[in-house]
């Protein structure tokens, strides 16, 4: 059962527009969130994240939305660069930092910025 | 690079063998995990480290799988046996705060 989920695979836009991943949850017990950004053989790289008690957060070109009651959360980019090219993961805990239980992730999202 | 670290980051080896990874975690952090990551998925947790202390057990890491953090410094996972399902990354993260941040991952092939 998948308690966090990405439920677009593939995301396409254009260079200077704003790109929009979506991310739903499960398990109501989960209160922090956080989204990472890879890239091919690396590992994930910490973005944005956001505390059950807030419903945005902002840093730089990112930032993150959270609608507690819809179980839903996004992350948003403007303007999209080229660079922002990657795989993008929603992850979920019931305890800052992931506790004992680590951190639950979606399947991801590959977002390509077009030229 | 204060960076976690791993190695190796490729290790190619056949079904029955034994492997062990090794994690360098960044030195102040005090929680270590380790991840599995197969393609197509996010990463999925294994166990939890608070020091030396191996707190949490995944359902996923069965009775092949065996890690340690020796002194609450680095750390290593060893796979006896390996398994062709055994294919995957596998990534080391630490934490002293809110956020983990990741190795680059040791990405494992079976034969």
């Known amino acids: 059962d998948q308690q966090v989920k990405q439920n677009s695979p593939s995301l396409s836009v254009q260079e200077g527009r704003i790109s929009i991943l979506n991310c739903d949850y499960t398990?109501?017990?989960?209160?922090?969130f956080l989204w990472y950004k890879k890239y091919p053989a690396e590992g994930p790289t910490f973005l944005i994240s956001i505390s059950s008690i807030k419903d945005k957060n902002e840093d730089g070109r990112f930032t993150v939305f959270l609608n507690k009651s819809a179980k839903h959360l996004s992350l948003h980019i403007v303007p999209s660069q080229p660079g922002d090219s990657a795989v993008y993961f929603c992850?979920?805990?019931?305890?800052?930092?992931?506790?004992?239980?680590?951190?639950?992730f979606g399947k991801g999202t590959h977002l390509i910025i077009q030229p | 690079d204060t960076g976690v670290s791993q190695d190796p980051r490729h290790k190619i080896t056949k079904r029955g063998q034994n492997v062990t990874f090794r994690c360098d975690p960044i030195s102040e952090h005090n929680r270590l995990y380790w991840y599995r990551q197969t393609l197509g998925q996010g990463p999925e947790f294994l166990t939890y480290?608070?020091?030396?202390?191996?707190?949490?057990k995944s359902r996923l890491l069965s009775d092949r799988f065996s890690a340690e953090r020796p002194k609450g410094s680095f750390s290593t996972l060893e796979i006896q046996r390996t398994e062709q399902g055994d294919s995957a990354m596998y990534l080391c993260?630490?934490?002293?705060?809110?956020?983990?941040?990741f190795g680059p991952g040791t990405r494992l092939t079976v034969l």
């Open positions: 993260a630490t934490g002293a705060g809110n956020e983990q941040f």
């Open positions: 992850a979920a805990s019931s305890l800052l930092g992931g506790g004992a239980d680590g951190l639950t």
């Open positions: 480290f608070q020091n030396e202390a191996q707190l949490e």
């Open positions: 398990n109501s017990m989960f209160d922090y």
